[in-house]
T-cell receptor, first 112, second 114 residues
Framework: SQKIEQNSEALNIQEGKTATLTCNYTNYSPAYLQWYRQDPGRGPVFLLLIRENEKEKRKERLKVTFDTTLKQSLFHITASQPADSATYLCALDGTGFQKLVFGTGTRLLVSP | ETGVTQSPTHLIKTRGQQVTLRCSSQSGHNTVSWYQQALGQGPQFIFQYYREEENGRGNFPPRFSGLQFPNYSSELNVNALELDDSALYLC?????????????FGPGTRLTVT
């Protein structure tokens, strides 16, 4: 069966450290993978998209890698700040180009 | 702010009732998608509308239906509410010709079914 798995346990790190979140998928062949941030009571906000032919993408303190052999994406936040505390969702294209399939999200807590 | 608004913010309904949720997108956003997000889960795709026609549907029964209007607003209707319908309902819009990553999500409507 098709699955997108993210760590369901919250990730607790100290301010200034690098946070690394994992997204694994099974029985999908996505053309791209996206990462979103979601704050409590708010809708997801798009952060980064990486295509299947890209190994790595960066945006300011964010970095995403995409390994189609391992069927895994890693999302890194360097020099993390308490304001980075949120739930981070990965999403990939499911059946039909326009449909997004989301993982369950990982909650990140950055303490001062 | 994404420019996508949803109403109401919160809603409590009784099992068996019907509910209508509303979404207002930015001008020029001809595609709107609706998602259901249960507590602790990621959003699940319900359906998508483009220029007032449904053009994609997820694994949801027919009692979930929608409408899209020419003024960039849309509705999600759910009939015969069940307890499991309790969730955050999100709409996301996309501009004409925009790639799928340009989805702008609204803040959601929290529906509680008792």
């Amino acid at each position: 069966s098709q699955k997108i798995e993210q760590n369901s346990e919250a990730l607790n790190i100290q301010e200034g450290k690098t946070a690394t979140l994992t997204c694994n998928y099974t029985n999908y062949s996505p053309a791209y993978l996206q990462w979103y941030r979601q704050d409590p009571g708010r809708g997801p906000v798009f952060l980064l998209l990486i295509r299947e032919n890209e190994k790595e993408k960066r945006k300011e303190r964010l970095k995403v890698t995409f390994d189609t052999t391992l069927k895994q994406s890693l999302f890194h936040i360097t020099a993390s700040q308490p304001a980075d505390s949120a739930t981070y969702l990965c999403a990939l294209d499911g059946t039909g180009f326009q449909k997004l399939v989301f993982g369950t999200g990982t909650r990140l807590l950055v303490s001062p | 702010e994404t420019g996508v608004t949803q109403s109401p913010t919160h809603l409590i309904k009784t099992r068996g009732q019907q509910v209508t949720l509303r979404c207002s997108s930015q001008s020029g956003h001809n595609t709107v998608s609706w998602y259901q997000q249960a507590l602790g889960q990621g959003p699940q795709f319900i359906f998508q509308y483009y220029r007032e026609e449904e053009n994609g549907r997820g694994n949801f029964p027919p009692r979930f239906s929608g409408l899209q209007f020419p003024n960039y607003s849309s509705e999600l209707n759910v009939n015969a509410l069940e307890l499991d319908d309790s969730a955050l309902y999100l709409c996301a819009s996309r501009p004409e010709g925009g790639s799928v990553h340009e989805q702008y999500f609204g803040p959601g409507t929290r529906l509680t079914v008792t």
